[in-house]
């Protein structure tokens, strides 16, 4: 099984609107943790939000939320108030847990295009 | 604020030849990371490296691919006989402390093997 998967190839939302991107995860371990990364055409990985699974609430970062749903394993990006700027690949990143320790490497899902039209 | 920085950006280079991509994490970060995506693909995990040493590596890391902490700056990535499919842009990451999850991503070394 694809332990991150998003199901949406393309998307596209109108400026100003908001838009979900989804993205399911399977992990059998307790402590895990759930990335969003956003990839310009220009090639670079911007890291945008983070959510450990043991977080009661669902991390924001500005424009950017995680709608976390542990018991359905899903962790949907929520990008408020769509900007130009904000076409791109978006990719969900999962780390597992091994006891602690910062150095989890993170399983990446195959991405969302997202394109926002005036 | 602080970044993860590659060189060189872009890197071509003859099947069979030795390349090393560089990589300076952020300054008091500690944990290291190579990755790779294919053009058109998804991002995959090559190695983490902590305490001067690897702590985990992928299949994808095979005897081919060695990495290096030479100085307390640079993080290194070297292929050492290139084949067509090594073709691919490579990341270099990192992470802070133990408890700090999130990686930085360098802008990418975007290495073509012809």
């Known amino acids: 099984a694809q332990k991150i998967t998003q199901t949406q190839p393309g998307m596209f939302v109108q400026e100003k609107e908001a838009v979900t991107l989804d993205c399911t995860y399977d992990t059998s371990d307790q402590s895990y943790g759930l990335f969003w990364y956003k990839q310009p055409s220009s090639g670079e990985m911007i890291f945008l939000i983070y959510?450990?699974?043991?977080?009661?609430q669902n991390a924001t970062e500005g424009r950017y939320s995680l709608n976390f749903q542990k018991a359905r394993k899903s962790a949907n990006l929520v990008i408020s108030a769509s900007q130009l700027g904000d076409s791109a690949m978006y990719f969900c990143a999962m780390r597992e847990g091994r006891g602690g320790g910062g150095g989890n490497k993170l399983t990446f899902g195959t991405g969302t295009q997202l394109k926002v039209e005036l | 604020e602080p970044e993860v920085t590659q060189t060189p950006s872009h890197q071509v280079t003859q099947m069979g030849q030795e390349v090393i991509l560089r990589c300076v994490p952020i300054?008091?970060?500690?944990?290291f990371y190579w990755y790779r995506q294919i053009l058109g693909q998804k991002v995959e995990f090559l190695v983490s490296f902590y305490n001067n040493e690897i702590s985990e590596k992928s299949e994808i890391f095979d005897d081919q691919f060695s990495v290096e902490r030479p100085d307390g700056s640079n993080f290194t990535l070297k292929i050492r006989s290139t084949k067509l499919e090594d073709s691919a842009m490579y990341f270099c990451?990192?992470?802070?402390?133990?408890?700090?999850?999130?990686?930085?991503f360098g802008p990418g070394t975007r290495l073509t093997v012809t």
């Open positions: 990451a990192s992470s802070g402390g133990r408890y700090s999850y999130e990686q930085y």
């Open positions: 300054s008091n970060h500690l944990y």
């Open positions: 959510q450990g699974s043991y977080d009661e």
